[in-house]
């Protein structure tokens, strides 16, 4: 699938980080008059909202030799869909051969390197072969919250409909979904507290080719979409990011640490341990949080977080990392909900107009065949544009300071603005799956109501 280069370069992608900046500024002042743990606790809280969530977490590490040619053992080639092959698995089938999982000195934890993962990794799907087709786009998704209930009386509510919307997704495109929510190492927490899940989650499913992180207070608003696997062969990370802005203006939200795409592999096992060696369970914490702060002028919060630190990779060790990490700025891999929720009714309307004009799209369909739809659909959307300004459907929308658990959204949003763009984006999602059930809420701020869709609708 094509995407039109428009938007890629010229958008300022995060607009939140001007008044991001604004209120980070007036919490420290105020806070600075009051007692230290005030301020402690303060600056905590201008972390999370800066960030947007309490879960985002990213990783990799580099090797000079990333083997992930297991070509040999896959059959498979360029099909953007990850659920290739799923049929066939031998569940029941594990030989007493021994693999890595009888390595009594390998650990899942993140404060152990891990050597010759490929070697080990393809050493596995040798003795399990029934997982080599389709091996090379076989994704697993990877999302968590914290380990207690939220303080937002409808935080639970919220994270539960997320969570919905991914395995609506999944279920769609085949990917197998892995929800956390232990803290897998005790001083990891918040942003940093998705390092040790991913390389755990790499270790647990040496079947998936790659890892796909997205922030619980993340949603897929395009359910038809497909990753463009085939433009990530060369590289092991994805992200949403623009090069400009990492390293002409060294921002801070150069990129988005909340959504990425991980390769399982060494380099990626690697890359995680370089990226964690910036984070709270090491003693060089507070001066990498200086260090980030001097480099990023923008950056209002003074502790060591994940993004900060992935930008400084770039930055700072580019010959080593970045000719394997992937800038996505061409589409909505990740896009911030100020900039999307207002398209949405316009967006619906562009849809249903399309529908009307063409038969096949508003042919009732199983939900299984549904990609089938999606990429139809395509031919009908090559003027659309993509990320800002486009009215094709957003492929993820991200709540970035919202907080939908704490409810300590940024101040710069009113708490209305907040969970009425949720409730939107998600009706928005539900109505594209509530479809295949016969079904369609008639609006998008109304979760209760639900209307039958007639035959044929909406010719
Ligand atoms: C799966 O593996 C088991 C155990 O090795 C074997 O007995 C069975 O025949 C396999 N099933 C298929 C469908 O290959
Ligand atoms: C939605 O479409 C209407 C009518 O074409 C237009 O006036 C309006 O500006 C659009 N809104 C957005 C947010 O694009």
């Known amino acids: 699938m094509a995407f ?27 806070t600075s008059l009051l007692s230290d743990s005030f301020l402690f606790i303060g600056g905590i809280l201008v972390t999370i909202l800066a960030l947007g969530t309490l879960w985002s977490f990213l990783n990799p590490n580099p090797n000079p030799n990333p083997v992930h040619d297991f070509s040999a053992l896959s059959s498979d080639g360029d099909s953007l869909s990850c ?111 998705k390092l040790p899940v991913v390389k755990a989650a790499m270790l647990a499913h040496p079947e998936a080719e790659w890892i796909w992180w997205v922030d619980s207070d993340a949603l897929f608003t395009d359910m038809e979409f497909t990753l463009p696997l085939g433009r990530y062969k060369a590289h092991n990370l994805v992200v949403h990011g623009w090069a400009h802005l990492i390293y002409e203006k060294k921002s801070w939200v150069s990129l988005n640490a909340g959504v990425f795409l991980i390769r399982n592999c060494q380099w990626s096992m690697d890359f995680m341990d370089v990226w964690a060696s910036m984070g709270p369970q090491t003693p060089s914490y507070d001066n990498w949080g200086k260090i980030q702060k001097s480099i990023f002028k923008d950056k209002v919060f003074q502790e060591s977080d994940d993004q900060t630190a992935l930008v400084y990779l770039l930055l700072k060790e580019r010959d080593k990392w970045a000719d394997k990490i992937y800038l996505e700025g061409e589409y909505y891999f990740e896009g911030y909900w100020l900039e999307i929720i207002g398209s949405l009714e316009n967006i619906t309307s562009k849809y249903v107009e399309m529908e009307r004009g063409v038969r096949t799209l508003r042919r009732r369909h199983a939900e299984k065949v549904g990609e089938f739809y999606g990429a139809l659909r395509e031919e009908y959307l090559v003027d ?44 928005f999602a539900d109505n594209q799956v509530l479809r295949k059930y016969g079904f369609v809420h008639p609006s998008l701020l109304d979760s209760t109501s639900v209307n039958p869709l007639p035959y044929d609708s909406p010719a």
């Open 4 to 30: 039109p280069h428009q938007h890629s370069h010229s958008r300022p992608p995060f607009n939140q980080a001007p008044s991001m900046a604004k209120s980070g500024f007036i919490r420290s002042k105020t």
């Open 83 to 193: 659920d290739s092959g799923t049929q066939s698995f031998n569940l029941s089938h594990d030989p007493p051969s021994p693999t890595f999982y009888d390595d009594p000195t390998l650990t899942y934890t993140i404060d152990k390197k891990i050597t010759n993962w490929d070697q080990k990794r393809k050493q596995w799907l040798r003795h399990h072969p029934s997982f080599a087709a389709g091996l090379e786009n076989r994704i697993l998704l990877l999302t968590g919250s914290q380990p207690s209930p939220c303080k937002n009386p409808i935080g639970d509510h919220l994270l539960l409909r997320f969570f919905k919307n991914k395995v609506d997704y999944c279920r769609i495109h085949g990917c197998d979904v892995f929800y956390n929510n232990a803290l897998l190492h005790p001083k990891m927490t918040t942003f940093w507290a």
């Open 384 to 427: 659309a544009g993509n990320g800002r300004g486009s009215w094709r459907r957003p492929f993820i929308t991200h709540f970035t300071g919202c907080q939908p658990c704490s409810g300590a959204h940024n101040q710069e949003y009113s708490e209305q603005s907040c969970w009425d763009g949720m409730n939107k984006a998600l009706n």
